[in-house]
Protein backbone atom coordinates (compact mmCIF):
# COMPACT_ATOMS: atom_id res chain seq x y z
CA UNK A 1 0.00 0.00 0.00
CA UNK A 2 1.41 3.59 -0.37
CA UNK A 3 0.62 6.77 1.59
CA UNK A 4 1.00 10.09 -0.08
CA UNK A 5 1.88 13.33 1.22
CA UNK A 6 1.08 16.77 0.15
CA UNK A 7 3.15 20.20 0.23
CA UNK A 8 3.65 23.18 -1.19
CA UNK A 9 0.50 24.97 -0.60
CA UNK A 10 0.11 28.41 0.50
CA UNK A 11 -1.30 31.56 -0.10
CA UNK A 12 -0.28 33.65 -3.65
CA UNK A 13 -1.92 36.40 -5.46
CA UNK A 14 -3.63 35.99 -8.50
CA UNK A 15 -1.32 35.49 -11.58
CA UNK A 16 0.83 34.15 -9.27
CA UNK A 17 2.43 30.36 -9.35
CA UNK A 18 3.02 27.96 -6.94
CA UNK A 19 4.20 23.94 -6.94
CA UNK A 20 2.78 21.27 -5.40
CA UNK A 21 4.89 18.33 -4.18
CA UNK A 22 3.63 14.45 -3.38
CA UNK A 23 5.38 12.23 -1.67
CA UNK A 24 5.05 8.51 -1.82
CA UNK A 25 5.91 6.04 0.45
CA UNK A 26 5.44 2.16 1.00
CA UNK A 27 5.92 1.61 -2.63
CA UNK A 28 8.17 3.00 -5.67
CA UNK A 29 5.44 5.57 -7.30
CA UNK A 30 5.90 3.69 -10.48
CA UNK A 31 3.38 1.47 -9.58
CA UNK A 32 0.73 3.79 -9.71
CA UNK A 33 -1.24 6.18 -12.02
CA UNK A 34 -1.22 9.28 -10.16
CA UNK A 35 -3.57 12.55 -10.10
CA UNK A 36 -4.13 15.45 -8.39
CA UNK A 37 -7.91 16.46 -7.51
CA UNK A 38 -8.80 20.27 -5.69
CA UNK A 39 -12.00 20.29 -3.36
CA UNK A 40 -13.51 24.23 -2.59
CA UNK A 41 -15.78 24.65 0.26
CA UNK A 42 -19.48 23.76 -0.60
CA UNK A 43 -18.44 22.32 -4.02
CA UNK A 44 -17.95 18.70 -5.35
CA UNK A 45 -14.04 17.37 -6.01
CA UNK A 46 -12.97 18.05 -9.19
CA UNK A 47 -10.43 16.78 -11.36
CA UNK A 48 -7.47 18.34 -11.81
CA UNK A 49 -4.63 16.72 -13.81
CA UNK A 50 -2.83 12.68 -14.03
CA UNK A 51 -0.17 11.02 -15.42
CA UNK A 52 0.54 7.58 -16.17
CA UNK A 53 3.17 5.10 -14.82
CA UNK A 54 5.67 6.44 -16.91
CA UNK A 55 5.31 9.79 -17.23
CA UNK A 56 4.37 9.60 -20.66
CA UNK A 57 0.97 10.64 -20.59
CA UNK A 58 -1.18 13.40 -18.86
CA UNK A 59 -4.86 14.63 -18.69
CA UNK A 60 -5.67 17.88 -17.55
CA UNK A 61 -8.96 19.51 -16.28
CA UNK A 62 -10.51 21.90 -18.98
CA UNK A 63 -10.40 24.54 -16.30
CA UNK A 64 -6.32 24.36 -15.56
CA UNK A 65 -5.44 23.31 -18.89
CA UNK A 66 -2.11 25.60 -20.75
CA UNK A 67 -2.19 26.78 -16.62
CA UNK A 68 -1.03 23.47 -14.75
CA UNK A 69 1.29 21.15 -15.31
CA UNK A 70 1.69 17.89 -14.00
CA UNK A 71 4.94 15.90 -13.78
CA UNK A 72 6.74 13.18 -11.86
CA UNK A 73 10.47 11.99 -10.84
CA UNK A 74 10.23 8.23 -9.71
CA UNK A 75 13.62 7.90 -8.77
CA UNK A 76 12.62 9.74 -5.97
CA UNK A 77 8.81 9.07 -5.79
CA UNK A 78 7.70 12.72 -6.35
CA UNK A 79 4.54 13.63 -8.24
CA UNK A 80 4.90 17.57 -9.19
CA UNK A 81 1.97 20.11 -9.55
CA UNK A 82 3.12 23.36 -11.54
CA UNK A 83 0.60 25.98 -11.15
CA UNK A 84 0.97 29.25 -13.01
CA UNK A 85 -1.28 32.27 -13.59
CA UNK A 86 -3.17 31.18 -10.52
CA UNK A 87 -6.70 32.64 -10.50
CA UNK A 88 -9.15 32.98 -7.54
CA UNK A 89 -11.10 29.82 -8.30
CA UNK A 90 -8.33 27.93 -8.53
CA UNK A 91 -8.49 28.78 -4.12
CA UNK A 92 -9.00 24.57 -2.70
CA UNK A 93 -7.56 21.89 -0.89
CA UNK A 94 -5.84 19.95 -3.35
CA UNK A 95 -5.06 15.94 -3.40
CA UNK A 96 -2.65 14.25 -4.67
CA UNK A 97 -4.27 10.25 -5.65
CA UNK A 98 -2.67 6.85 -6.79
CA UNK A 99 -4.01 3.67 -8.48
CA UNK A 100 -2.79 0.69 -9.55
CA UNK A 101 -4.50 0.60 -12.95
CA UNK A 102 -3.15 1.81 -16.01
CA UNK A 103 -6.02 4.64 -16.96
CA UNK A 104 -5.41 7.78 -16.58
CA UNK A 105 -8.69 8.89 -15.22
CA UNK A 106 -10.36 11.71 -14.77
CA UNK A 107 -12.91 10.36 -12.07
CA UNK A 108 -12.29 10.39 -8.25
CA UNK A 109 -13.61 7.21 -8.09
CA UNK A 110 -10.83 5.60 -10.40
CA UNK A 111 -8.01 6.19 -6.96
CA UNK A 112 -8.02 3.64 -4.31
CA UNK A 113 -4.99 6.09 -2.43
CA UNK A 114 -5.16 9.59 -1.25
CA UNK A 115 -3.50 11.84 0.48
CA UNK A 116 -4.43 14.71 3.51
CA UNK A 117 -4.65 17.63 1.02
CA UNK A 118 -2.71 20.92 0.86
CA UNK A 119 -4.56 24.44 1.03
CA UNK A 120 -3.98 27.21 -1.89
CA UNK A 121 -5.57 30.14 -1.31
CA UNK A 122 -5.62 32.56 -4.31
CA UNK A 123 -6.28 36.42 -3.36
CA UNK A 124 -8.01 38.60 -5.96
Known amino acids: QVQLVESGGGLVQAGGSLKLTCATS????????MAWFRQAPGKEREFVAA????????NYGASVKGRFTISRENAKNIIYLQMNNLKPEDTAVYYC?????????????????WGQGTQVTVSS
Open 97 to 113: AGSTGNIVDKRSTGYAY
Open 26 to 33: GRTSSTYT
Open 51 to 58: ISKSGGLT
